[in-house]
C-alpha cells in the first residue's frame, strides 16, 4: 500500500493473477478519488474514480473500493497482464475548507506493480 | 484532441541558468495544474489556473519559479535562477472541472540541473 518514504511500495503477482493495491488516504473530508497509473517515462493515467457517496465502482477489469471508516481506498485488477506494470497512484480532493474556495488534489507516493510472466 | 502537450520533454541546463516549461492543456479545459515529481517527495501541486487565472500556488516552492498562462492554450513555468535541486519531472495537467473529475497528463518535461 501506500506510504511516506524513499522506497515505493512494491506488489508482484504473477499475469493472470488478481492484484490489490491499497491506498490510506488522509483527510476524512476528502469527497473524490481517483485512481492513476504511470508507465516508465509516461504522464500519470486515469484509471477509475469514486465519489464519497459510494463504496464500490466497477470498471473493465478494475474495481476501487472505498471504506471511509478507515479512510482506505483499493484498487483491485483482474487476470493482471504484463501491460499493468507500472506506478499506482491514489489521489484524493479536498473540498474547499472553511473561509477557504481552494480545493485540491493530493497524490499519493504510488505503489510499483510488477506483473511476472 | 492530442491531449496535454508538453515541450521539451527533456531539459539540461546548468545551475544559473534559466529554464521554462511550456504546456498547451486540452482544448475546452477550464483548469490547468503544473505538478513536480522526484522520488523524495513525490507529485506535489506547484500551482493552478482557472480559466487563465492563477488560483493557488502555495505550492510553489520559492520565488525563483514563476508560472503564467497567458491565453486558454499555453502556459509556461520559469526557474531563474535554476538549481540542481530542481532536477525533477514537470508534468502539466488539465481538466474540465475541479473536485469532481479527472485529470489529463501531459508526458511531463524531464530537467537536470548540472
Known amino acids: 500500500g501506500e506510504s511516506v518514504g524513499l522506497h515505493l511500495p512494491t506488489l508482484s503477482v504473477q499475469e493472470g493473477d488478481n492484484s490489490i493495491i491499497n491506498c490510506a488516504y488522509s483527510?476524512?473530508?476528502?469527497?473524490?478519488f481517483i485512481w492513476y497509473k504511470q508507465e516508465s517515462g509516461k504522464g500519470p493515467q486515469f484509471i477509475i474514480d469514486?465519489?464519497?457517496?459510494?463504496d464500490k465502482r466497477q470498471g473493465q477489469r478494475v474495481t476501487v473500493l472505498l471504506n471511509k471508516t478507515v479512510k482506505h481506498l483499493s484498487l483491485q485488477i483482474a487476470a493482471t497482464q504484463p501491460g499493468d506494470s507500472a506506478v499506482y497512484f491514489c489521489a484524493e480532493n479536498t473540498p474547499p475548507h472553511r473561509g477557504s474556495t481552494l480545493g485540491r488534489l493530493y497524490f499519493g507516493r504510488g505503489t510499483q506493480l510488477t506483473v511476472w510472466p | 484532441d492530442a491531449g496535454v502537450i508538453q515541450s521539451p520533454r527533456h531539459e539540461v541546463t546548468e545551475m544559473g541558468q534559466e529554464v521554462t516549461l511550456r504546456c498547451k492543456p486540452i482544448s475546452g479545459h477550464d483548469y490547468l495544474f503544473w505538478y513536480r515529481q522526484t522520488m523524495m517527495r513525490g507529485l506535489e501541486l506547484l500551482i493552478y489556473f482557472n480559466n487563465n487565472v492563477p488560483i493557488d500556488d502555495s505550492g510553489m516552492p520559492e520565488d525563483r519559479f514563476s508560472a503564467k498562462m497567458p491565453n486558454a492554450s499555453f502556459s509556461t513555468l520559469k526557474i531563474q535562477p535554476s538549481e540542481p535541486r530542481d532536477s525533477a519531472v514537470y508534468f502539466c495537467?488539465?481538466?474540465?472541472?475541479?473536485?469532481?473529475?479527472?485529470?489529463?497528463f501531459g508526458q511531463g518535461t524531464r530537467l537536470t540541473v548540472v
Open positions: 469514486i465519489r464519497s457517496n459510494m
Open positions: 495537467a488539465s481538466s474540465l472541472a475541479m473536485g469532481n473529475t479527472e485529470a489529463f
Open positions: 483527510n476524512s473530508a476528502s469527497d473524490y
